[in-house]
């Protein structure tokens, strides 16, 4: 199946969830989006669209990954509200380099967006071909590459793996 034909239905689907009013105006403005981003963006998305046929990756993505990234989401927001409640705490913001073993796009995508939805962490490069991420954080609790990424990493790490390269190699 064609990755362009894989994105539009996935992101019709999609959409009809956003927009659960089914009427036709909902339905062709669906449509319509769908196809402009399959067109677009369809090659660069999905790059082994067989994979997509595995439901157990749907499985795992809702009830592994979700509740990994909304409690460390959560966490991360309580840490940064006290932060800026008590504004004599100390901060030590900076630039740490940590490393992954994700190697498939998908996944380093995502582990560097869970990053940066995490409040007091944001994502600034992925160097794909040495396996790291350069990563801003709030306060800089090591700047060891082992420690950063055993802090960092590590909680989104392996649930990504579990769901995008374990048991789906071709």
Known sequence: MSPKIILFLFAFI???????????????????????VAFMMGDLVIQRPHLMLHPGRY?????????????????ANIDVAYRVVHPELPINPGIVKVKTSLQSDIALTLLANSITLTPGTMSVDIDKDKSVLYIHWIDVRSSDIEAATRIIVERFEKTLRKIFEEGNKE
Request: proline share 5%; charged share 10%.
């Open 14 to 36: 999609v959409w009809c969830l956003f927009s659960w009013v089914p009427d036709g105006a909902h339905l062709l403005g669906g449509i319509v989006v769908a196809l402009i």
């Open 59 to 75: 499985v795992n993505f809702i009830f592994l990954y979700v509740p990994v990234f909304l409690w460390e989401v959560l966490k």
